[in-house]
């Protein structure tokens, strides 16, 4: 097969043998149900989440028969306060998509294209797309439910115009392992048509003319839709849907051992294949010489993510998910309190045998009394009511904690949803309180803004494909302005220029944009900005209707002569105000020279008086050091005297006290000589008697 070819044919399954067909259909239907099977459980939870959301409540059989199932609106709340606020801030008005240039715009003819651009998508969102907008609100009120919601952005052969419709995620079959709707390797869209419709699409060529058994229509939600809605399915007729697969997948028909990019239609019950069209274009060919490399495939979905789930799958987190658990466990606690209270109001028990009272039940209106052939004494005996309790405060304070948890959880405070805080509240902490709750917002503001931007630039390929060569447009409903009406066509829509929304993804609630808006008039002010580009944000910021006609005109052009005359004259006033000016410098370079000299005058006379100050300073000093060195020479030599006389004294005093030692010494030395001589005579008597 060669792929240039199929690129100009409007269903490649013409050319196609049956038996590949067939074994094509085989294969679609067989991996859809592959993919349905693995996400069975996810689907069971939309269903329990929807019928949470919109409070279905079924009759109970427990405790008691019609017992209470109360459905507390915490998640209808949640995702009605987030449509609430994210359908007015996504689409702002009636300039949805801002273009932008791409690239080097050297005389503006690029930027001038860009605006153009701008403003022809946002008439094709609002009047050659009506339902749009519709779905749109649709979006933001399932997105916070479910968790993700998709969009689809094609060009419709049938109606002949660009189509960007919402799937809803239930209708959407993903491969298991894929990450990302741009990297799955298989999506197979599930679209319901009948008869008639299939049957166009014959007549245009877009299907084969196959035959097809009774209609047997596919539908996972078909109880929560009977029980939301409170519909059934009808019986069969002439407009009972057939189930159409619409996959988009690989599949290598050329058999060149690659796959390529391939949108197969199938019938679901029959499994025959209705029509096969490529998923690529000429661009998107690689080629490494004469042999294709890859090939990038055209994407036609566009996912809306609320918050990314943390195992990197595909569907998203939801309110669903996040508040499914705290608000059945509310349900539980109402009904619990409310059946407590029913069993306390209504007290029943047991009866002895000692009253003597009819079977059956007594009733008494209010006022009424009945005569009875006992005492109250036998009633208090055999009468026993079961021993019921007031519902439980411990039930009503944990029914708070989770409401105050899911509130916080959901962002939905009370200051959000609109109710007034307290009378002595500072302004500044009742906005820092609204902008702390509407944070959440914010983040999951900004994944919707980029998933915008992915489907306003599959809208701006499609239209460089399919959009007349020359078109004209009217944005504004004004017939008083004639510059309105622009001419647009298929080669406005090239490479160097790219579109976004116009919606500011940091901007939640009206309040803040008219806030920023508001800001604009301090700059205005100080002449730093556009009065008339201020003026105009401001007017939208506040959702003013024809705001063309509330902008006041620009000032008319002078004259050029008389401007020319007027500039003259200035030059001349300037030239006579610069003479002047020239004077009145000299003039008073003048006076400061005289004032400058008289000033050093002043201060010579001063120096030298200064300097003879100092000179009889110093005279005085030296003076004074000469009596200073004189006292000092006077005081030393007294003080040499003093020493040398108790140095002197020191002498003598050291002299008679060694004197005075020699002289005891002696005394004892001579002393110790007669006691020593007198011991020798002792020693010799002895000795003489010893002889003897």
């Keep these: 097969m060669d792929l240039t070819q199929a690129l100009d044919n409007i269903n490649v399954a013409e050319g196609l043998d049956e038996d590949l067909l067939a074994r094509l259909g085989d294969k679609v239907v067989t991996d859809f149900e592959m993919d349905e099977d693995s996400r069975s459980e996810w689907l069971e939870k939309v269903e329990d989440w929807v019928k949470l959301a919109t409070q279905v409540a079924s009759q109970k059989s427990y405790p008691w028969a019609n017992a209470s199932n109360v459905k507390f609106p915490l998640l209808a709340t949640a995702s009605m306060q987030f449509a609430a606020r994210a359908y007015p801030s996504l689409i702002p008005g009636p300039e949805m998509v801002t273009g932008m240039v791409k690239g080097n715009d050297v005389d503006g003819q690029l930027h001038q294209r860009a605006k153009r651009i701008g403003r022809h998508m946002s008439y094709q969102l609002i009047y050659d797309m009506p339902d749009w907008e519709e779905e749109m609100d649709k979006l933001c009120l399932i997105l916070p439910i479910v968790g993700c919601a998709f969009k689809k952005t094609y060009y419709d052969p049938l109606q002949e115009l660009n189509v960007s419709e919402l799937v809803m995620a239930q209708d959407l079959a993903i491969n298991y392992w894929a990450k990302s709707i741009e990297t799955a390797s298989r999506k197979t869209h599930i679209i319901q048509r009948n008869q008639n419709e299939i049957q166009e699409r014959i007549n245009l060529g877009l299907y084969l003319d196959v035959e097809l058994v009774e209609p047997i229509p596919y539908n996972s939600f078909n109880r929560v839709t009977s029980e939301t809605s409170g519909t059934r399915e009808p019986s069969e007729d002439d407009d009972t849907p057939y189930t159409i697969l619409e996959q988009h997948t690989w599949y290598d028909l050329d058999d060149d051992g690659y796959k390529e990019p391939w949108i197969i239609t199938v019938e679901h019950s029959t499994r025959k294949v209705l029509r096969i069209v490529p998923r690529f274009d000429e661009k998107g060919i690689v080629k490494n010489g004469n042999k294709i490399a890859r090939i990038k495939p055209v994407e036609y979905f566009t996912k809306f993510p609320f918050i990314p789930n943390p195992d990197g799958g595909i569907y998203d987190l939801g309110f669903g998910l996040l508040l499914g658990g705290i608000n059945n466990s509310i349900n539980t606690l109402i009904n619990q309190l409310i059946d407590a209270g029913t069993l306390n109001n209504l007290q029943g028990g047991f009866i002895g045998r000692g009253i003597r009272i009819r079977g059956g039940n007594l009733r008494f209106q209010p006022g009424e009394w009945k005569q009875a052939d006992f005492t109250g004494e036998d009633i208090a005996k055999n009468i026993f009511p079961l021993p019921t309790k007031e519902p439980s405060n411990v039930l009503f304070e944990l029914f708070g904690a989770l409401n105050s948890s899911g509130e916080k959880l959901a962002s939905i405070m009370e200051i959000a949803t609109g109710k007034l805080p307290g009378q002595n509240t500072p302004a500044t902490t009742t906005m820092a309180s609204v902008e702390q709750s509407l944070k959440i917002f914010t983040a999951i ?165 200064m300097e003879l100050q100092l000179k009889e300073v110093e005279q005085n000093m030296k003076v004074k050091h000469a009596e200073m060195d004189h006292r000092m020479k006077m005081h030393q030599t007294s003080q040499q005297m003093q020493i040398a006389d108790q140095q002197n004294q020191q002498k003598v005093e050291l002299n008679q006290a060694t004197h005075e030692q020699n002289m005891k010494m002696a005394k004892e030395k001579g002393e110790m000589n007669d006691r020593k001589q007198s011991k020798q005579g002792n020693v010799a008597g002895v000795d003489k008697k010893s002889s003897n």
């Design 445 to 609: 503001y900004k994944r919707l803004y980029r998933a915008l931007t992915k489907e306003y630039e599959k809208l701006y390929r499609l239209n460089g494909l399919y959009l007349d060569d020359k078109l004209y447009f009217t944005l504004n409903s004004d017939p008083s302005n004639p510059a309105v009406s622009e001419q647009i066509g298929q080669t406005d829509y090239s490479e160097d220029v790219i579109v976004k929304p116009n919606a500011d993804p940091n901007v939640v609630s009206e309040a803040q944009e008219l806030g920023r808006a508001q800001g604009l008039l301090e700059l205005v002010q100080l002449g730093t900005v556009n009065v008339q580009a201020a003026t105009k944000r401001i007017l939208e910021a506040q959702k003013q209707v024809n705001i063309a006609e509330l902008m006041a005109p620009n000032p008319p052009q002078p004259n050029p002569e008389e401007q020319e005359m007027q500039m003259k004259q200035q030059e001349m006033g300037m030239k006579m105000q610069m003479e002047q000016e020239k004077a009145a410098i000299k003039q008073k370079e003048a006076e400061f020279k005289m004032m400058m000299e008289a000033q050093k005058n002043q201060m010579d006379m001063a120096m030298k008086q």
